[in-house]
């Protein structure tokens, strides 16, 4: 079955701390990817998306994603995060040809001041 | 622009009756869908809509219905609620119908509550 798995389900950080968080797709055609957050009590909002080109993209808020091909993979980074970024985080795909948008199940990031 | 926009925000219902659950964008989206919330399983595809008149099945589509009648508006319809419907419900719009070459936009959500 198609599925897009976020294997860090909590993850606590102190503040100024680097942040990667996974995201791992089992479709095997060409895909679409995209990175939510959602903060408490709010609707989701676009991170960072991507289609084509470089693999590494850069979203807003300091964040990105680099797209591994071979490993089916799009793993989100920032640096360093700020107790601001506490939030829960979905990574989601869709195939190029297709109609149906996939999301993983979330990962709940808290950040510590 | 309003955006998405999704009206109730709460809502309570008691095992057996119906309700629906409206969603309007003002974006001329082609695309509108709606996903269902629940705690550590992410959100699930209930059901969307290609344009006007064109609707199919997500993931979670049973106990729910849909239509498309304008491209603005795109209603979900519980017709007998059941307690496991009890969920966060997101109503989402984008340009492209095809490969999800633009991203979805939101809405606020309704938290739905089945006793």
């Known amino acids: 079955a198609q599925s897009v798995s976020q294997h860090n389900h909590h993850v606590i950080l102190s503040e100024a701390a680097s942040l990667e968080l996974g995201c791992n797709y089992s479709?095997?055609?060409?895909?679409?990817l995209f990175w939510y957050v959602q903060y408490p009590g709010q609707h989701l909002q676009l991170l960072l998306k991507?289609?084509?080109?470089?693999?590494l993209v850069k979203g807003i808020k300091g964040f990105e994603a680099e797209f591994i091909k071979s490993k089916f993979s799009f793993n989100l980074r920032k640096p360093s995060v700020q107790w601001s970024d506490t939030a829960e985080y979905f990574c989601a795909v869709i195939l190029n040809t297709g109609n149906q948008f996939y999301f993983g199940t979330g990962t709940s990031l808290t950040v510590i001041p | 622009n309003a955006g998405v926009t999704q009206t109730p925000k709460f809502q309570v219902l008691k095992t057996g009756q119906s309700m629906t659950l409206q969603c309007a964008q003002d974006?001329?989206?082609?695309?509108m869908s709606w996903y269902r919330q629940d705690p550590g399983m992410g959100l699930r595809l209930i059901h969307y809509?290609?344009?006007?008149?064109?609707?199919d099945q997500g993931e979670v589509p049973n106990g729910y219905n849909v239509s498309r009648s304008t491209t603005e508006d795109f209603p979900l319809r519980l017709l007998s609620a059941a307690p496991s419907q009890t969920s966060v419900y997101f109503c989402a719009s984008s340009y492209s119908r095809l490969g999800g070459s633009y991203e979805q936009y939101f809405g606020p959500g309704t938290r739905l509550t089945v006793t």
């Open positions: 991507y289609f084509s080109g470089d693999p």
């Open positions: 479709y095997g055609g060409t895909v679409n």
């Open positions: 974006m001329n989206h082609e695309y």
């Open positions: 809509s290609v344009g006007a008149g064109i609707t």
